[in-house]
C-alpha cells in the first residue's frame, strides 16, 4: 500500500472497469464503482478525481469526519457499513447514498433527523440473502414488508437494494445467491411501490464482483482489487 501511486492507481482502476465491461449486460450502461476507501488516507482518496473516480465507499462514521476536511469537495461518499444511530448526525449531511439500511430502527431514526435537518436521504435496502447468522441485513421477506411501507418514511428515498456474499468460493452458490438478488430488484422494481424507486443494485466486492455483474448487479464496491 506504501508504493500506491496514482499511475498505479490508475491501472488498477483500469483493470477493474474492464472486468466490469467485459462481464456486464449492456455495455453502453454498465455498472458503477463504488471505490471502497475505508483503508486508505485522504491523500490516496485525493488521487482518484483526476483518474475519473468520483465515487468511494466508506463503513466508519468516524472515518468520514476525519477524512472529510482533507478529500476534494468532488468526491461523493457512499455509506456502506453497519450505522449506529447515534453516529447518524454525524454524517448525515455529508453522504450521498446510504447502502446499508438493514434494520427498522435504522430507518425511524434516520428519518426523523433528516425531517429535523429538512434533508432527503437516499439509501438502498440491505438484504442477507443467504441468511448468515453473523450478517446484518433484512431477511427476504422482511425486506418486502418494509419496502411495502416505504411511505411512512418520507424523508427518505429508496433507491435499491444492497447484499454482501458470504465468503465462500463456491461460484455456482455465488451466482445463485445474486440472481435471487436481481430477481427481488426486479420485482420490487414491477411492484412500484410508493416512494420506492428501484434504480441501483449494489453487489459484488473484490472476491466475486465479476460474478455480480454478470448476474446483473449495477453498482459494485470495490476496496482490495484497488488499494491494497
Ligand atoms: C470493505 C467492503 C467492501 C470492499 O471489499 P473488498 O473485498 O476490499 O473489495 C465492500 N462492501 C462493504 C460493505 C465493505 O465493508
Redesign the pocket.
Known sequence: MSNLNSEILAQRLEKVKNDILSNCWDKNNPPSLVA?T?TVDANIINMLPPLGQIDI?E?RAQSIVEKLPQIDKKINIHY??RLQTNKIKYIINDICLV??LDRPRLADELNKQALKSGLNIPVLVQVNIAQEAQKSGFEKNEAYSFIKKAKDYPALSIKGLMA?MPFIDDELQLATYFKAMRNMFDDIRQAAYPNVVMEHLSMG???DFKIAVSEGSTMV?????LF?
Open positions: 471502497v475505508k465507499g463503513n456502506i457499513g447502502h446499508s454482501m466486492m473484490t472476491n464496491r470495490v476496496g482490495s482489487a491494497v
